[in-house]
């Protein structure tokens, strides 16, 4: 008989578990919040940072990945920016402190590292599951971030932005989000690096839409070019639930996002729609898992890829109709420019249906710029580097335009303009 011998621990490996017991009588929380966190950490040092040998991570070696880990840092100076659109209201996390003052009306808001010390998070800090490596880390170092809820029946009549800007070190966060009964809001996601030290950055936001909530969440993820970013969005949708998720990754290292729903309410819709820009030598992941659990729901999720240099991007995404979820419409569609020969994309999207009254589908496209239409442009003047640009921006910009909001659209447009004009 042979024993198993555990694989020596990674220097990232060791650099966390000794960050652990750095920060150990610093992490806020009472008893309860601290036995989940010992939990946590243990469950990773037991099984590691994850490798290609776990499905949910084949195409993202974490365990090669990641081979640093920054110092935590309570003293990064970071300041705040501008909002995305003039006139939204702004929670800001700045340098893993958050801030829960300036809420609008009908918002219950109040910092995550309250919840920790009063004890009542603790029930949300276990894994989903043997391969949530993001959300035992993240569980494990947790200290702040916001914890929100909108009142039913109410409208926020501008989007809410959260404004999570990082400097360096480590930062690890938490939003979870309620949103009652019949509300209508939109939320912004945003991710910002100021400085060139390298940044360690967890956040998970868990989100619970209520029968009748009508909500627009966008991420948007722009970290620096050495940051390593782990993001995790659960969400659960009730009856006649109308949910529009927009994620735009235009930045980071190492960049793993996932995105887990469950549909537990008839007449709910659900969209996902991504634009992921990658190029340097960065790694950009986008997972992506549903579950379809009653009768008469619906969704579709378009994810467009844009992929520059030697960067490698990776998208999966599982769509699962339970047996009793019948007239389930599900669609998915990974569509991906390839322009370089060292760039490299992986697609996986998946079906699994156990219900016979469906309509589902999936598809994937990996392909360069049509030279007929680079052609056209540049016969017409246009230098070929800004026809490029022009051709890059149609094909996610199509994906954008869905917004309703104009100055939303004009403002991630102009993220696209600006990541392009660095890399195309």
Known sequence: MTAHIPAPMTAAESALMDAYAAQLGDLPGDGAVLSARDTLLSELKAAGLPTRRVEAWHYTDLRALLRTVPTY??????????PLTAGSAVLRVLGGHADASGAPEGLDVITYAQSLLDGSAAGDLAARGDEDAIGRLNGSFVRDGLEVSLAEDSV??????????????????????????????????????QGDTASLISSVSDLIIEDGADVTWILVQEQGASDTHLGQLNFELGADAQFRLFVINAGGKLVRQEVHGVVNGEGSDFKLRAVNL??????????????????????????RNVVFDRARGVFQGQIRVAQDAQKTDAKMACNTLLL?????????????????????????TVIDLNPTH???????????????????????????????????????????????????
Request: aromatic share 8%.
């Open 73 to 82: 840092d309570a003293t990064a100076f970071v300041q705040p920016v501008e």
């Open 156 to 193: 926020l009549a501008q989007p809410l932005e959260l404004q999570i800007v990082q400097s360096a070190g480590q930062s690890h966060l938490r939003f979870p989000f309620t949103f009652g009964a019949r509300s209508k809001a939109t939320v912004i996601e945003r991710h910002l690096s």
């Open 278 to 303: 990658m190029g340097g030598e960065s790694h950009t992941d986008l997972t992506f898992t549903l579950g379809h659990d009653v009768p008469n729901t619906t969704s579709t999720e378009i994810i």
């Open 340 to 364: 370089s020969d060292d760039a490299d994309f992986s697609a996986k999207p998946e079906l699994e249906i156990f219900a016979d009254d469906v309509q589902c589908g999936h598809g994937a």
């Open 374 to 424: 680079l052609y056209y442009l540049q016969a017409r003047g246009i230098p070929e580097k800004r026809a490029r640009q022009m051709l890059v921006n149609a094909f996610v910009d199509e994906v954008v335009e869905e917004l309703e909001d104009e100055a939303v659209v004009a403002a991630l447009e102009g993220i696209i303009e600006t990541w392009l004009d660095r890399h195309a």
